[in-house]
């Protein structure tokens, strides 16, 4: 398969999800600002699932750019990676409606890192298969994303607060470029 036919098809998934999490934002329920400021935690978490997405559709791109071929593990963990991601409007929905319940955070959170996973099993997995000049390696920011991620599933019913912020710092991070390298760490 042409490595272009599965990147257009993931731009268009994540675009789907994107429009997804834009059409469940609410406006208002009145025309003041005490109104607008009942949202915050909604649109709060509709930011960091927005620069996560965004984070991960760059990152999708650079992985792909030195990929010499697809195969069927590399499209099936790519669906994998996709079904992850596609599940991230309803996190935020219902993180955005109960932003200190410990269930709706661990499953957010918990989704962050099953699509990190995929996402470096898939970057894993073209390395191997289609670049045999390199070696697959974990970068510190993917370490500390897979770490944070992990954690915040777990522990950010205790202080959902401090486990939104850590989040926001690590993804933050991702937005800065790294070092120039021939294969772009991943997210």
């Not at 010499?68 to 599940?87: D, G, R």
């Not at 929905?93 to 200190?100: L, M, S």
Request: charge should be positive; aromatic fraction near 14%; glycine fraction near 4%.
């Amino acid at each position: 398969m042409e490595k272009n036919r599965l990147e257009a098809f993931s731009d268009g998934v994540l675009a789907i999800i994107i429009t997804i999490m834009v059409l469940e934002l609410k406006q208002p329920v009145g025309d003041r600002w005490s109104d607008f400021q009942v949202l915050g935690p909604t649109l709060l978490t509709y930011l960091l699932s927005f620069v996560f997405i965004a984070i991960y559709w760059v990152n999708h791109h650079q992985i792909f750019h030195d990929a010499q071929q697809v195969n069927v593990k590399i499209l099936w963990c790519n669906i994998a990676w996709m079904f992850t991601m596609s599940f991230i409007p309803f996190a935020t929905a219902w993180v955005g409606t109960y932003p200190r319940s410990w269930i709706p955070l661990s499953i957010y959170f918990g989704d962050m890192a099953l699509a990190s996973i995929t996402f470096h099993l898939m970057y894993y997995l073209i390395i191997k298969d289609s670049c045999s000049d390199r070696k697959f390696r974990l970068g510190l920011r993917s370490i500390v994303s897979l770490i944070t991620y992990t954690a915040a599933a777990a522990l950010g019913g205790f202080c959902p607060v401090a486990a939104f912020i850590i989040v926001a710092a690590v993804s933050l991070w991702w937005v800065v470029p790294g070092k120039k390298r021939s294969m772009p760490e991943n997210a």
